[in-house]
């Protein structure tokens, strides 16, 4: 495909979302979204289920699999448009992680137990990469998975584990190999969370929520045939989802949208009868923002067409990453401050229950929930830190 053909039809696909979302979104699952409420778990999987009925859901598939034949462009400027227009987020556990790695690698028999699953969200996965001293250093991952008959047996913690309190399943890096250098012993193995010895248990964050979990493996026994590719090989699988992890427009779009409300915030007259936007620093602060979204919005672009064209340096995913989410953080900040006190008044209840905040505009909770949780975007799919090494080696050379 040219460039000049994805470019036209990834405009052609903003256009599609546009009219998706006025004319096909659920009122109260948009409004829902836009106001930042709590979603649970059968608001995602009904949105994805509409992303489906789209042919959305696994666009970037393989078309004998269901796909579209989206280019990276196509599937960049999808995320971009549905954050843009405050949709729900894109769970990425089964669509964009684990389906790919399954088509890729996995064997005939997953293909067809897992893939139609996963395109529908009939099941819900989780990611358990992450353990107690295995973050950023995933290598050193210690959970073990021990050969017995045609099981393994698996022990050990993984955390940080994504709505696991939802999942049918999990894919998780395992250690089969002591012996092997700290990559090579690493497996990749699908875990049935209903399986005895499986024990989740919720880590409440700061805004009230709980989006994240420890999951506990206790002698699980996980049937040889849920090892995907070969053993030892996982690393391999693991660093393949990572870039898929890593290359998400809805990061632009987030800001975009993070930015587009502060501004219509600021414009409002407050109960002294002023505009906050007639302050002349946040005047410039607000157009600080604008030029670092313009500036944000060109790179990611460039670097999407570049990845395209095989002209990437390697660190363009990293570079939006920190961009993007560092971005979106202060202009969370910022309206959360022009939000006055309807910004410090905190009601999780509200929040859960789609109810209307104590003080301020309707999605004035929303805002601040959502400022609460992205403190962690510059921690999650790989920390600013550990981004910038990858630039600093990959890029400058150092
Ligand atoms: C909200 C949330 C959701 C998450 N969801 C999941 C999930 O679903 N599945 C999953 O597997 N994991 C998940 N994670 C885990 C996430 O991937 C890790 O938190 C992340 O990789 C960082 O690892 P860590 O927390 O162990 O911090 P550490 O790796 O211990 O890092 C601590 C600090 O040290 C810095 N640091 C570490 N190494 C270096 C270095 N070499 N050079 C410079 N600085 C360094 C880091 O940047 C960071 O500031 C989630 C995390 C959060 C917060």
């Given amino acids: 495909m040219t460039m000049q053909l994805a470019r036209e039809r990834a405009r052609k696909l903003k256009a599609d979302v546009i009219r998706f979302c ?68 894109i769970i990425p556990f089964g669509v964009k992680y684990v389906g790919p790695v399954i088509y890729t690698y996995g064997s005939a028999a997953q293909k067809q137990r897992f893939l139609p699953r996963i395109a529908t969200t009939e099941d819900f996965w989780a990611q358990g990469y992450s353990e107690p001293g295995a973050g950023s250093d995933l290598a050193s991952l210690r959970t073990a998975a021990v050969r017995d008959g045609d099981h393994y047996v698996v022990n050990g913690q993984k955390v940080w584990t994504t709505y696991a309190q939802w999942a049918d399943w999990m894919f998780c890096l395992v250690r089969t190999d002591r012996e092997a250098r700290p990559q090579s012993g690493i497996s990749f193995l699908l875990v049935d969370m209903r399986s005895p010895g499986v024990t989740v248990k919720p880590i409440p964050t700061m805004d009230g929520y709980t989006h994240v979990n420890e999951v506990w493996l ?44 502060l501004k219509e915030l600021a414009a409002e007259v407050g109960p002294d009868g002023k505009r906050p936007i007639d302050q002349p620093l946040l005047r410039n602060r607000i157009g600080e923002f604008e030029l670092s979204f313009l500036a944000l919005e060109e790179a990611a672009y460039q670097a999407v067409e570049a990845m395209m064209t095989g002209a990437e340096n390697g660190g363009e ?15 969370a900040q910022a309206t959360v401050e022009v939000l006055g006190p309807a910004g410090i008044a905190w ?52």
């Fill in 218 to 261: 206790e002698n699980v026994r996980v049937p040889l045939e849920n090892l995907v590719g070969e053993e030892g090989a996982g690393w391999t699988y693991a660093k393949f989802l990572l870039k898929n992890e890593r290359t998400a427009g809805a990061i632009v779009g987030m800001a975009w949208h993070a930015l587009h409300r």
């Fill in 347 to 398: 009601d999780v209840e509200a929040l859960h229950s789609g109810g209307l905040p104590p003080l301020g505009p309707s999605d004035a909770g929303g805002i601040l929930k959502d400022h609460f949780y992205n403190r962690a975007a510059t921690i999650f799919g790989g920390a600013s830190e550990i981004q910038r090494n990858i630039i600093a080696k990959g890029v400058l050379g150092l």
């Fill in 22 to 89: 006025e004319r096909d979104m659920p009122a109260d699952l948009l409004d829902k979204s836009r106001r930042h409420q709590v979603l649970h778990k059968d608001d995602y999987v009904r949105w994805m289920q509409l992303l489906h009925g789209q042919g959305w859901a696994v666009a970037h598939w393989p078309s004998e699999l269901g796909g579209l034949g989206w280019s990276p462009l196509e599937r960049f400027a999808f995320e971009d448009q549905l954050a843009r227009l405050g949709c729900p987020w």
């Fill in 317 to 331: 995913a990293s570079l939006i990453k920190i961009r993007g989410t560092e971005l979106y953080q202060e202009i």
